[in-house]
Structures are given as C-alpha cells and as structure tokens.
C-alpha cells in the first residue's frame, strides 16, 4: 500500500512539474464581456512560457457570430523569451449588437474559446423559425388566449405521497403527480414548512434532462416558502407541445394559490434550461405571478415557432434573469430577445466565466430581488 501510495505521489509531483514547464494561456478581460457604443470588442489573452527555452508564438483570433458564421481572422506573430509572459489582444468592429464567439488559437492549435458581446440591450429580434413547426401564425399570444379558453374543460387529477427520505425537522416533502392535458402523468416533488400559514410559494420548473434524486437541493427555494417542483419533460411537437407545456404550467399554478397553506399574492416560480421560458412567461399565463427567475434559459424552441416579441408581450410581472457567457452563443443571442421586449421591470446577470449561472450566486441575487418585489 505504501508503495502504491509513493508511486502515485511520484507521478503527482511529475504532472505538476511538466505543467510548469510548458506555455498556457489565459484569458485577460474575461470581466469585461460587453461593448457599447464606439468602443469596439476586444479580446485579450496571455501567454505564460515556463519553459527555459524562448518560443515562437503565431497567435491567430477568429470572430464568428451567433449563426456560426466567420467573420474576422486576426492574427500576431512574436517571441516568447523563456519564463516569461506576453500579452495579444485583438480589436474588430461589428456589424450588429449580438453575441460572438472568439477562437484564439497559436500554431494551429485552439487554447481558448470565449463568447463576448457587442450592445446586447438592443437585441430585439432572434429572426430564427423552424417552418417545420408551424404554430399559431408565430404569435404567441394569440396561441396562449386559445390555451387560456380551453382550461376551464381540462381535467384537474392531483396525488402526493409523503416521501419519509426527503422529509425532515422543519419540512414535509411529497412526491407530486398530476394528470396532464394530454393524460400523461407529470411528476415533481412539493415541500411544506411545518405548521404554518399564509406562506410564500416558489413553482420550479425543470426540465426532464439531468433530473436527481433530490431536486429541492439542487435547486432549492428559501427554505420558509412552500416549493412545488414540476419536470416539464418532452410533450409532443409543434403546436402540441405547447398547449400541452402550457396548461400544465397554468394547473400547476392554480393548484398551488388555491391551498390553504399559501398566499395566492406570494407565489414566484422559478426554471432552469429549457423549462426556463416557461417561469418567464408564467405572468402572462396567471396574472398573479408575483415575480419570475430565469436561469440559464434556453429559449430555443420558443424562438423557433414564436417571435420574441409576442413571447415577452404578455409578461406582467417582475422577471430577473441569470446567464453564464460561455453558454452556446445563440441561446444568449435568443435570451436578450426575448429580455429586451418586455416592458415591465427587469434585471439580468451575466456570470462571465461560467457556463451555467453559479449557483449561491443567484440564489442571494434571487432572494434580494424577492425582497425588493415587496418594498
């Protein structure tokens, strides 16, 4: 065992010892992830040679928009002297506010990829339909009202069986299931603080991807708020798929306001990826959303049935969105359409590293933002 143990500690101290002495790179305005005005976008990068030899270096920089499409190939040739730093940056000028991916690359070789962004408040439209799914002449609200008049006829069928492992000393937790307009079933998990009333609530919506077995930890509400956790999942295609994502989302939230637990005036819903847009427009299905948050959305499939400007046009209440850069750029591209129509109040943040929103991060942004709903 000790010999084992020796050996893998040799070969530790060797990897590190290797890693010093090679040239890595590192990027040096990822802070800076958005340019306005005149300012044109910028992209720096550092190169570290810990090697004891001078390096020729050929660092190229290729600008591709959020269609994938090339557009610039910058390029910068100098010498590295041995254990030693230098620094490249490349400038270009855009032809429209958008998300763009820059590839950094020396000798042919990718080191870096990071997505950036000129003007992205004046994002207004997506422009990206999939005329394979035909819905609702892409008016969303429209689709939404027909949606709307079929509720009253839909069945409401509800279950939930206390689950004893997630149940602890300051919540009840129940597995959750509902029948859905379409009569398949649709699971989730829905937590209460014990003995009180008059409660706050947080309605989640997740998508099916990536499910674990304990989503109120993953992706938690304050812990004194009554949570209801719904896995929207694949729910057909088309015009299909969002009738049926939609009435769900409106059962979901009529069933939380009308327990007696909670206050139907305190209820916030909450998504992640897919199921993000539908917390975004949760206000335009029940008016009596108090506020909406939207993490690393992936409005897509929104965008491509659905201009960006019907989507946002029915949203009433607060909605604050989180979104990690390094995220595919055509999602933020899609993002701040959809940000940029609605008309009531705000907010978004940008986590310029991450591909995901971080995670205690949002959740004091979120709960700050809950807070300042009820000044």
């Not at 305005?29 to 005005?37: M, V």
């Not at 940029?340 to 907010?347: A, D, L, P, R, V």
Request: aromatic share 12%.
């Amino acid at each position: 065992m000790k010999r084992l143990l020796f050996f893998i500690a040799f070969m530790s101290a060797a990897a590190l010892s290797y890693a010093a002495d090679t040239v890595s790179y590192r990027l040096s305005n990822i802070e800076n992830w958005a340019f306005y005005g005149t300012r044109s976008p910028e992209v720096g990068i550092v190169a570290v040679n810990g090697r004891g030899v001078s390096m020729p270096m050929d660092v190229k920089c290729s600008i591709w928009n959020y269609d994938g499409v090339p557009m610039y190939e910058l390029n910068q040739k100098s010498v590295l002297q041995q254990h030693d730093s230098l620094a490249f940056s490349f400038a270009f000028k855009t032809i429209a506010p958008g998300f763009y991916n820059a590839v950094l690359s020396d000798g042919g070789r990718v080191v870096k990829s990071v997505n950036i962004a000129y003007e992205p408040e004046k994002i207004l439209s997506s422009e990206h339909f999939n005329d394979d799914a035909p819905v609702s002449d892409r008016n969303f609200t429209r689709l939404l009202k027909s949606v709307k008049e079929e509720l009253p006829g839909v069945r409401r069928q509800f279950s939930i069986v206390k689950n004893k492992k997630l149940s602890g000393k300051e919540k009840n937790v129940y597995d959750f299931k509902m029948n859905s307009r379409d009569d398949k079933v649709i699971k989730g998990y829905l937590a209460f603080p014990r003995g009180k009333k008059g409660l706050e609530a947080m309605i989640t919506f997740l998508p099916v991807e990536g499910r674990s077995e304990n989503p109120l930890a993953d992706f938690t509400a304050k812990q004194q708020m009554v949570e209801l956790v719904i896995y929207v999942g694949d729910r057909g295609d088309g015009e299909m798929y969002f009738r049926n994502i939609l009435t769900d989302a409106a059962i979901c939230m009529e069933y939380i306001m009308n327990r007696p637990e909670i206050d139907p005036a305190k209820v916030y819903t909450q998504g992640e990826g897919d199921a993000a847009a539908l917390s975004c427009v949760a206000s335009a299905i029940d008016g009596r959303v108090r506020c909406s948050f939207v993490a690393s959305p992936d409005f897509s499939r929104f965008l491509e049935c659905f201009t960006a400007e019907s989507v946002a046009e029915g949203i009433s209440a607060p909605v604050l969105f989180g979104m990690g850069l390094q995220d595919k750029a055509v999602r933020l591209q899609e993002d701040f359409a959809v940000y940029n129509n609605i008309k009531g109040i705000k907010e978004y943040f940008i986590f310029p590293a991450g591909n995901a929103v971080e995670r205690n991060k949002w959740k004091y942004i979120r709960d700050t933002f809950i807070l300042r709903s009820g000044e």
